[in-house]
């Protein structure tokens, strides 16, 4: 995938989640544009506050089966069409960043394909902080989907691509010290999804600052 996608898009909504977005950004299994034939328009998003998602508990080994992830999903992200690939990319970022609270990262891994490197090294550095005695503290950000799009490639994987204002993000050790490892600012981040079944997993995860 390259620094920018080809023929973004725009919409008129914008989406606030809950949650934060870390300074590291890493590639993982992103195409170059050969294989996006198709851009489509990204739909419109009622704007709402962040509510607390419904809980499930995940089984004995810690992982949500897909009808666990089915339950919590939003509808809108059921169809498997681009409308559903950005809304579940929004739920994406949605989980990432109520696993940054909560430290609970069974929603991110179950979202998450194995060979997304991004996805797995979030969710690697989450429980090693809170099972180390750590928390997580990060503002609300704000998804602007006015420079939002999906491409559809006939690869056939779908790519989104979000602009987001983020707060701090800060880790807080359990001996009292803060570290800032996230700084507050505007970033620009695609993923890029696949279906399987009825759930959008994410597959790659390119982040950087949108200055």
């Keep these: 995938m390259p620094d920018t996608l080809p023929d973004m898009g725009a919409t008129t909504t914008a989406v606030r989640a809950a949650g934060a977005l870390v300074l590291v950004a890493l590639l993982a299994g992103c195409t170059g544009d050969d294989g996006i034939v198709t851009t489509t328009p990204t739909p419109t998003v009622e704007a709402s506050d962040p509510t607390p998602s419904p809980t499930v508990s995940p089984s004995d080994d810690g992982e949500l089966t897909d009808e666990e992830l089915l339950a919590l999903m939003p509808e809108a992200a059921l169809e498997l069409d681009p409308g559903g690939a950005f809304a579940a990319a929004v739920y994406w970022v949605q989980a990432l960043g109520e696993a940054y609270e909560r430290g609970d990262t069974s929603v991110l891994r179950g979202l998450s394909l194995a060979d997304c490197t991004y996805c797995v090294e979030q969710a690697g550095h989450i429980d090693t902080a809170y099972a180390d005695g750590a928390t997580i503290t990060g503002g609300a950000y704000l998804v602007d989907t006015a420079d939002a799009t999906t491409l559809t490639g006939d690869d056939g994987f779908t790519y989104v691509e979000l602009t987001a204002e983020a707060d701090e993000l800060v ?41």
């Design 171 to 211: 880790v807080h050790a359990r001996s009292g010290e803060e570290t800032q490892v996230g700084a507050a600012g505007q970033y620009r981040f695609q993923l890029k999804l696949l279906p399987q079944g009825r759930i959008w997993r994410v597959a790659g995860v390119f982040l950087e600052r949108a200055e």
